[in-house]
């Protein structure tokens, strides 16, 4: 059963926007905080953004700070990621996860639940 389900990659321009979304089951969504992370070919998983259960805390890391923003709707059991100023850098599969707690981390492994991933490509 498909818990998490990502939407929104696409092919953009490099300082194009684009936003990412992640629904997921209620059951799960209301008991998690979320984590958006990437991976490019050949790279390693990273860390992108976070965002706490309520919505009140959100993290982004530094390599895409000032130009990515993380935002939930409680509502509609729906994570986004607003990626602004794209770069080609920013090329990667992006999955959503959701961990069992109150605040996300930065850590893979403590995610619970993963989508299945979306491919954002940025051309120069």
């Known amino acids: 059963q498909v818990q998490l389900v990502e939407s929104g990659g696409g092919l953009v321009q490099a300082g194009g926007s684009l936003r990412v979304s992640c629904a997921a089951s209620e059951r799960i969504f209301g008991a998690s905080a979320m984590g958006w992370f990437r991976q490019a070919p050949g790279k390693e998983r990273e860390f992108v953004a976070g965002i706490s259960r309520s919505g009140s805390s959100t993290t982004i890391a530094d390599s895409v700070k000032g130009r990515f923003t993380i935002s939930r709707d409680n509502a509609k059991n729906t994570v986004y990621l607003q990626m602004n100023s794209l770069k080609p850098e920013d090329t990667a599969v992006y999955y959503c996860?959701?961990?069992?707690?109150?605040?996300?981390?930065?850590?893979?492994?403590?995610?619970?639940?993963w989508g299945q991933g979306t491919q954002v490509t940025v051309s120069s």
């Open positions: 996860a959701a961990t069992d707690s109150t605040r996300s981390t930065y850590y893979s492994s403590s995610y619970d639940y």
